[in-house]
């Protein structure tokens, strides 16, 4: 009796050893996003539309179809319809991925230009911002 208790006794001593450390369980990677830049709250700001069917819509795709911003201006594109659309810049100025239904992306014009752009998945659709 005395050996069970001992072989027991060194079971549980090893076993409270060995569980001593700390675990930590790995953390999956997060899926690339695109990287909106966000508005600053002092800043200035304008709004764009995707309104529902804009795949349809053509130059009346975004609402307003040409924006004109300062520069510094944050530009917020919201995607109301019911299927995904991108904000995409016909040269290489920004694209965002994307846009979900009920989603946003924002894009910060730091240069004066005309930048047009258009939807990724729906070429057809157009918009171009002025920033001066």
């Known amino acids: 009796m005395l050996f069970v208790r001992l072989v027991l006794t060194s079971a549980f001593v090893a076993l409270a050893i060995g569980c001593s450390g700390s675990y930590s369980s790995p953390t999956p990677a997060p899926s690339p996003t695109p990287t909106p830049v966000s508005p600053s709250p002092s800043g200035p700001s304008a709004a764009v539309t995707i309104p529902?069917?804009?795949?349809?819509?053509?130059?009346?795709?975004?609402?307003?179809?040409?924006l004109t911003v300062d520069v510094g201006t944050t530009v917020t594109w919201t995607n109301t319809d019911v299927v995904s659309h991108t904000s995409t810049?016909?040269?290489?100025?920004?694209?965002?991925g994307t846009i979900?239904?009920?989603g946003q992306f924002s894009f910060t014009f730091p240069t004066a230009g005309t930048f047009s752009y258009h939807c990724a998945?729906?070429?057809?659709?157009?918009?171009?911002v002025v920033a001066r």
């Open 100 to 102: 979900a239904p009920g």
């Open 121 to 128: 998945i729906h070429p057809g659709m157009v918009g171009t």
């Open 52 to 66: 529902r069917g804009a795949e349809a819509l053509g130059r009346s795709a975004y609402n307003p179809a040409e």
């Open 89 to 96: 810049s016909d040269a290489s100025g920004w694209n965002s």
